[in-house]
């Protein structure tokens, strides 16, 4: 068979069709972002409702124009067990309904593109389509049946990388992307969009000053674990 044909992404918007089928696809009970909207209020939208919010987000994309309330989050902290000491804090960055389906539209068409030009491993299984821990649980029991079969040596390592979204530099997302194949303006366009910058507040203290985000990938998003596993990809080859 042939090389197939590479076709650029982004040459235009998402579609109609795109956005309501994601729209629908979104669990209703997870939460919004500062400005209260939430998943099930937009899914109970009218179709003339959600054919204007898409015309205003495709304005937006064409214009290259990030809105001012996109780039607020809310910081909720969680436990990570039973301390209640910041160190054991997890740091939930809730955002915008609108803003979190428009780029996971994003970023579902780059990664349907690595998939489909094998640029992605096929020992990933992590946040992609049709694969997670129980295909990876069937990688690893075949790798292990197979090396007793042959008497061979196994090793095996395992990884945990402490604050491995929190700490993440902008300029080295944008380089993972771009590693990955990833052409600068379209691995720009999530950043545009605030997800690797904004202004933060916390939940739980209202009274507080902003806080400027400065780097990090924001965590429970649907968009930190690809370049997040990326950025630690490129440190495990060095």
Same mark, same amino acid.
Request: net charge positive; with cysteine; aromatic share 8%.
């Given at each position: 068979?042939?090389?197939?044909?590479?076709?650029?992404?982004?040459? %235009?918007? $998402?579609?109609?069709?795109?956005?309501?089928?994601?729209?629908?696809?979104?669990? +209703?009970?997870?939460?919004?972002?500062?400005? !209260?909207?939430?998943?099930? &209020?937009?899914?109970? =939208?009218? $179709?003339?409702?959600?054919?204007?919010?898409?015309?205003?987000?495709?304005?937006? =994309?064409?214009?290259?124009?990030?809105?001012? %309330?996109?780039?607020?989050?809310?910081?909720?902290?969680?436990?990570? +067990?039973?301390?209640?000491?910041?160190?054991?804090?997890?740091?939930?960055?809730?955002?915008? *309904?609108?803003?979190?389906?428009?780029?996971?539209?994003?970023?579902?068409?780059?990664?349907?593109?690595? &998939?489909?030009?094998?640029? #992605?491993?096929?020992?990933?299984? !992590?946040?992609?389509?049709?694969? !997670?821990?129980?295909?990876?649980? #069937?990688?690893?029991?075949?790798?292990?049946?197979? %090396?007793?079969?042959? &008497?061979?040596?196994?090793?095996?390592?395992? =990884?945990?990388?402490?604050?491995?979204?929190?700490?993440?530099?902008? $300029?080295?997302?944008?380089?993972?992307?771009?590693?990955? +194949?990833?052409?600068?303006? *379209?691995?720009?366009?999530?950043?545009?969009? !605030?997800?690797?910058?904004?202004? #933060?507040?916390?939940?739980?203290?209202?009274?507080?000053?902003?806080?400027?985000?400065?780097?990090? #990938?924001?965590?429970?998003?649907?968009? %930190?674990?690809?370049?997040?596993?990326?950025?630690?990809?490129?440190?495990?080859?060095?």
């Amino acid at each position: 068979m042939g090389e197939s044909r590479r076709v650029p992404l982004f040459t %235009a918007p $998402p579609s109609l069709d795109q956005f309501t089928v994601i729209l629908h696809d979104k669990a +209703g009970h997870s939460s919004g972002g500062p400005s !209260g909207l939430q998943y099930k &209020q937009v899914q109970n =939208w009218s $179709p003339a409702m959600v054919s204007e919010a898409y015309n205003c987000l495709v304005t937006m =994309w064409t214009q290259h124009h990030t809105p001012d %309330a996109w780039k607020w989050k809310w910081i909720v902290p969680i436990p990570k +067990g039973t301390s209640d000491t910041i160190q054991e804090m997890r740091p939930i960055m809730l955002m915008e *309904v609108l803003r979190k389906l428009w780029t996971r539209l994003i970023v579902k068409q780059i990664t349907t593109s690595l &998939q489909k030009h094998g640029v #992605l491993s096929l020992n990933k299984h !992590g946040y992609l389509p049709k694969r !997670g821990t129980d295909t990876a649980n #069937l990688q690893l029991l075949n790798t292990l049946e197979t %090396a007793w079969d042959e &008497q061979r040596s196994l090793y095996g390592c395992s =990884w945990d990388m402490k604050k491995t979204f929190d700490s993440v530099s902008k $300029p080295l997302i944008l380089r993972c992307w771009q590693r990955l +194949g990833v052409h600068r303006p *379209v691995a720009c366009r999530p950043r545009r969009s !605030g997800l690797y910058n904004g202004i #933060l507040r916390v939940s739980t203290a209202s009274d507080t000053s902003p806080l400027t985000q400065s780097a990090g #990938l924001a965590k429970a998003t649907f968009i %930190a674990p690809l370049p997040g596993s990326q950025c630690s990809t490129s440190f495990s080859r060095c």
